[in-house]
């Protein structure tokens, strides 16, 4: 059973930056793709970037330039570093852990999420 536990939302003026942590346990962690979803009031959740076992990354094109994933395998951890942060990035982030090596292997287990609020 993989356990994923995630820290660093908050609340945040616009133009502001967080950084998102998301520890795994109970997972050969540097084998698995790992990525972050957000999901807003009334709104789907969608993915907002992924990386793979081997450190290629993947963004929606609404975060591109502004968000950075990274990982750690050392620390069984990954990363979203959020900069110039916008009101619409408002939504709980959700920590994935996929089932191989690339996002398009699904997502076999989530983080209890982590509340991002941006004021404008």
């Known amino acids: 059973q993989v356990q994923l536990v995630e820290s660093g939302g908050g609340l945040v003026q616009a133009g502001g930056s967080l950084r998102l942590s998301c520890v795994a346990s109970?997972?050969?962690?540097?084998?698995?793709?790992m990525g972050w979803y957000r999901q807003a009031p009334g709104k789907q959740r969608e993915v907002v970037a992924a990386?793979?076992?081997?450190?290629?990354?993947n963004y929606t094109d609404s975060v591109k330039g502004r968000f950075t994933i990274s990982r750690d395998n050392a620390k069984f951890t990954v990363y979203l570093q959020m900069n110039s942060l916008k009101s619409e990035d408002t939504a709980v982030y959700y920590c994935?852990?996929?089932?191989?090596?690339?996002?398009?292997?699904?997502?076999?287990?989530w983080g209890q999420g982590t509340q991002v609020t941006v004021s404008s």
């Open positions: 994935a852990h996929y089932r191989g090596r690339s996002m398009f292997t699904g997502v076999s287990y």
């Open positions: 109970g997972s050969i962690f540097s084998i698995n793709a």
């Open positions: 990386i793979t076992s081997v450190g290629i990354t």
